[in-house]
C-alpha cells in the first residue's frame, strides 16, 4: 500500500522540507575557537587551540560527535537520540562506493532495496524512506527519490540520525534522515591519488588536494572519473565529479566557506531489473534467468543526469559564549530518463511484454540556515542555548508518458526488432514550488553529569501547485514539533538516556468531500545507552549503542470504504525496534564494526483488513553484521566480514494472499525475498605515502532476488565484486 510505505513515495519525497547544518563526525568544527589543520587522506590532524597548542592525533576510525543530532558541538554521547557516523577511514577501509553500500555493518538502516543502482542510494531507515541532506542543508530532492545520488568520494562522513527529527529539521519522515559532510580546505598541503580497478570493468580515478593558497586562504579540490559497465548486460555508466572548497579566515573570530560540487552521469543501456517473478524469486518451468539479463532496448534506452550545488558557511563568534552560524546553498538538478523495461510475463513464462516510459525532471532550490549558539550558568546549571530560523524555496517541474513497446523473449531476446520512434511529448508531473520557513529553540541544560534537551520548532509552508485542473493551486500548512530528552553520562563513559521525539510530513491530495489531506504525523519514544570507553586508554577507541524504540505514524493515507476511489486519513503505522551497534579500533591496528537490528513495521490500522498487521515493504525483521579488520606493524593487514538479512516483503500484504500468474504459477501476494548471509574480505598494504587493496564483497556470489515489488518487478542483489585500488597519499 503507497499510504503506508513513504507516505505517497511520489508525492511526499517532494514536499521533504528542512535546513539545517550538521558536519562531519569530527567534533572540533569551529574554526573561530580553534583553527583545525587536517593532514591529508589518512594522515594526523593538529589543531591550534585559543591559548596557541597544538594537539596532534591521528585520525579516528571511531566517531566521537556529529552535530547532525543537535546543530551544537555537543558529543555524541551527550544526544538523546541513536545517531550513527560511519567516517571516511571506515568508507576507505571497506571500498565503499556509496551510501547505500556504506550502511551495510550500520545499525537500523538498509540499503541496495533494488540491486545495485548506478544512480541513487535506496535506502530504508526504522521502517521508512530517510531524506537526504548535505552539509545540513536538505538536498534537492525530486517528487520520485528521496536522493540526488551525489557520488560518495567527495566526503567525509555520512550521519545517520535515527527517528523523527522535524525539531530541527522541518519536513522530514519518522525514520530518520542522513547527511553528507563535504571534504573541507586545510591549511596543510596534502591530498591524494587514487586508482580502481575491479568487477564489470570497474574503472575509476579520483583525488583530492588541499593547502593553503596565501596567508588565511586555504582551498580544497576533490575530483572523481568511472567508467564502469553494470551488472545487467549491454549497461554502461560513466560519472565525472569535481568539487572545489576555498575557506577564508577573515579574522580571529570570522570564517567563511564556499563549497561547491557539479556532477554528470549518464547511463546507457538500461538501468536494473524490471524482471519478472517467475524465474528470479521462485522457479521458472522453461529455465533459468540470467543474472544479467537485458530486457530492454540496449540501443534506445538510457538516463542522464547534470547536478550542481554552490554555497558557503559562515561563522562569527561574538564571544567565547555566543556564537553565529549561518550555512547557505544554491542547487539545480536536472535529469531525463527513456527506458523500455518489462511490465509483464505471458501465460508461456517466456514471452515478456514491455512499456516505454520517459521522464524527465527538473529542480531548482535554494536553502538558508543562521542560527545562534550561547552558553551561561543559572546557579549550578550550565545552558547550551541554540536558536535558529532556516528558509527553503524549492522548485519542481517533471513529466513523464507511457508508450506501447514490442514483446522479446526471457531467454533469448532480439533487440531492435522494430524501429523505436523517440518521444515527441510529455505530460506534467509535477509543476509546483515549495517554500517553508522554520524557527527553532533548544536548550540542553547540564546538572552536573545529567543532561535535559528540550527542543520546539514552528513550520510554515506555502505549496503552489501550476499544474492545470489542479484541485488546491495553493496549500498553507503550519506544524510544530518538539523533542525532549535526558542522558546521564557516568565517569566510566556509560550514558543511559530517553528521548520523545516529533516529525511530520505535508500530503498531496483531497478527501471525498474536497478537503486537503492534513500532514502526516510521527511520534517516536526511544531509550537507550551509550559507551565511549573513555577510560579505556588512548590506544582503544570504541563507540557502542544500544536503542530500544517505538515509532507511530498518524494521519497515513487509506482507502475510503465509503466513497471509494478516494482516501482518508484513519491509517497508522507501527514501527518498534532493538539496535546494537559497536565501532571499535584498537592500538591503530584492529578494527572492529559490529551491529544487529531487530525491526518490526507494520501496518497498525487501516480500512483494508488485509492491510492491517501486514509489514511494510523492504524491511528484513533481524539484519546483523561484523567486519573485523587486522594490520601488523609491518603494514600488511586484512579483514573478513559477514552481513545476514532476514527475509523481507518486497509489497505491504497480508501474509497467505497468494497471486496468480498468467501461467498458473501462484506467488505469494507479499513477493518475500529471502535471507541471505553474505561475506566480505579486505586485503591491504602500507607503505610511506601508499596503500595498496583488494576489497571483495558477496565473495561466495549468492544470487539472489534484492527486492520484487510485483510480477514484473524483481530486481537481482549484487553478485560478487572485486575491485583493486592504489592509493598515493602525501
Known amino acids: 500500500m503507497r499510504g503506508f510505505n513513504g507516505l505517497g513515495l511520489r508525492s511526499g519525497a517532494l514536499l ?57 558541538t555537543a558529543p555524541l554521547i551527550e544526544t538523546p537520540q541513536s545517531v550513527s557516523v560511519i567516517s571516511r577511514d571506515q568508507i576507505d577501509l571497506l571500498n565503499f562506493v556509496d551510501v547505500q553500500q556504506a550502511v551495510r555493518y550500520t545499525a537500523g ?18 521502517g521508512f524512506t530517510p531524506v537526504q541532506y548535505v552539509d545540513g542543508l536538505q538536498a534537492p530532492v525530486s517528487s520520485t527519490i528521496s536522493n540526488v545520488g551525489v557520488d560518495l568520494y567527495g566526503f567525509e562522513a555520512v550521519d545517520i540520525l535515527k527517528g523523527p527529527a522535524g525539531v530541527l529539521y522541518g519536513t522530514t519522515p519518522p525514520g530518520g534522515i542522513y547527511n553528507l559532510t563535504s571534504r573541507r580546505p586545510s591549511t596543510r598541503t596534502s591530498g591524494e591519488i587514487q586508482l580502481k580497478y575491479g568487477t564489470d570493468d570497474f574503472k575509476q580515478a579520483a583525488g583530492t588536494i588541499t593547502g593553503e593558497l596565501t596567508n588565511g586562504v586555504s582551498a580544497r579540490l576533490t575530483g572523481l572519473y568511472r567508467d564502469r559497465d553494470g551488472q545487467t548486460d549491454f549497461v554502461t555508466a560513466r560519472r565525472a565529479y569535481v568539487a572545489p572548497a576555498v575557506a577564508f579566515d577573515i579574522g580571529p573570530d570570522t570564517k567563511i566557506t564556499a563549497l561547491g560540487y557539479y556532477q554528470w552521469d549518464r547511463v546507457e543501456g ?65 535529469e531525463y530518463q527513456q527506458i523500455i523495461y518489462a511490465n509483464g510475463l505471458a501465460a508461456d513464462n517466456r514471452t515478456v511484454t514491455r512499456s516505454n516510459f520517459p521522464f524527465a525532471d527538473d529542480v531548482q532550490q535554494f536553502a538558508v540556515d543562521s542560527r545562534f ?71 540542553q541544560a547540564h ?64 478527501t471525498f468531500g474536497g478537503n486537503a489531506f492534513e500532514p502526516s504525523e510521527g511520534k517516536q519514544i526511544e531509550a537507550g545507552i551509550k559507551f565511549d570507553g573513555r ?21 497515513v493515507v487509506t482507502p475510503d470504504t465509503a466513497n471509494p476511489g478516494f482516501s482518508v486519513q484513519t491509517g497508522e503505522v507501527t514501527s518498534k525496534g532493538l539496535e546494537l551497534e559497536v565501532v571499535a579500533r584498537i592500538r591503530q591496528q584492529l578494527s572492529i564494526n559490529a551491529s544487529y537490528t531487530y525491526l518490526d513495521a507494520k501496518v497498525s490500522e487501516s480500512n483494508d483488513p488485509a492491510e492491517v498487521g501486514a509489514r511494510l515493504a523492504a524491511q528484513p525483521r533481524h539484519k546483523a553484521s561484523l567486519f573485523v579488520d587486522y594490520t601488523h606493524g609491518s ?85 560478487r565484486q572485486v575491485v583493486a585500488t592504489v592509493t598515493r597519499r602525501f
Open 447 to 510: 546538572i552536573g553529569s545529567l543532561i535535559l534537551t528540550l527542543s520546539g520548532r514552528h513550520d510554515w509552508m506555502t505549496i503552489n501547485n501550476y499544474a492545470t485542473g489542479a484541485a488546491f493551486p495553493e496549500v498553507k500548512e503550519k506544524q510544530f514539533t518538539w523533542r525532549a530528552g535526558a542522558t546521564y553520562v557516568t565517569e566510566s563513559g556509560l550514558a543511559p538516556y530517553i528521548s520523545y521525539a516529533t516529525s511530520f510530513q505535508p500530503l498531496v491530495g483531497q
Open 373 to 443: 549558539d550561547a552558553k551561561f550558568e543559572t546557579g549550578a546549571i550550565g545552558h547550551n542555548i541554540l536558536a535558529g530560523l532556516d528558509y527553503r524555496n524549492y522548485r519542481e517541474q517533471s513529466a513523464f508518458n507511457f508508450l506501447p513497446a514490442t514483446n522479446i523473449d526471457l531467454f533469448n531476446p532480439v533487440y531492435s526488432a522494430a524501429p523505436i520512434p523517440a518521444p515527441t511529448s510529455l505530460f506534467d508531473f509535477t509543476n509546483q514550488r515549495l517554500k517553508q520557513t522554520g524557527v527553532y529553540l533548544q536548550d
Open 270 to 334: 538500461d538501468t536494473n531489473g524490471f524482471l519478472p517473478a517467475v524465474g528470479v524469486l521462485v522457479p521458472n518451468p522453461v529455465g533459468k534467468v540470467r543474472r544479467g539479463i537485458n530486457l530492454g532496448e540496449p540501443d534506445y534506452n538510457y538516463y542522464r543526469r547534470e547536478q550542481w550545488s554552490l554555497g558557503y558557511e559562515f561563522t562569527h563568534r561574538f564571544s567565547p559564549a555566543l556564537r553565529f552560524t549561518q550555512n547557505a546553498r544554491w542547487s539545480d538538478y536536472s
Open 635 to 719: 603494514g600488511a593487514g586484512g579483514g573478513v566480514g559477514v552481513r545476514h538479512l532476514s527475509h523481507s516483503n518486497g509489497e505491504v500484504a497480508l501474509p497467505g494472499a497468494t497471486v496468480t500468474t498468467p501461467g498458473g504459477i501462484v506467488i505469494p501476494a507479499t513477493f518475500t525475498s529471502p535471507a541471505v548471509t553474505l561475506f566480505d574480505a579486505t586485503l591491504h598494504y602500507d607503505l610511506p605515502g601508499w596503500r595498496f587493496a583488494v576489497n571483495g564483497s558477496n565473495l561466495f556470489d549468492r544470487r539472489y532476488a534484492g527486492r520484487c515489488t510485483g510480477l514484473a518487478g524483481c530486481f537481482f542483489a549484487e553478485g
Open 109 to 126: 538502516i538498509v540499503g541496495e532495496n533494488y540491486g545495485p543502482d548506478l544512480r541513487f542510494d535506496f535506502l530504508t531507515l526504522r
Open 535 to 555: 577510560n579505556m586508554g588512548d590506544d582503544f577507541r570504541i563507540f557502542a549503542t544500544g536503542a530500544i524504540y517505538r515509532i507511530r505514524q498518524s494521519n
Open 16 to 72: 521533504m522540507a528542512g535546513a539545517a547544518w550538521a558536519p562531519s563526525a569530527v567534533l572540533a568544527q569551529d574554526s573561530a575557537a580553534a583553527a583545525t589543520d587536517t593532514a591529508g587522506e589518512g594522515g594526523v590532524e593538529a589543531v591550534k587551540q585559543d591559548d596557541g597548542a597544538i594537539i596532534v592525533t591521528a585520525r579516528r576510525f571511531v566517531p566521537s560527535g556529529a552535530i547532525t543530532a543537535s546543530k551544537t
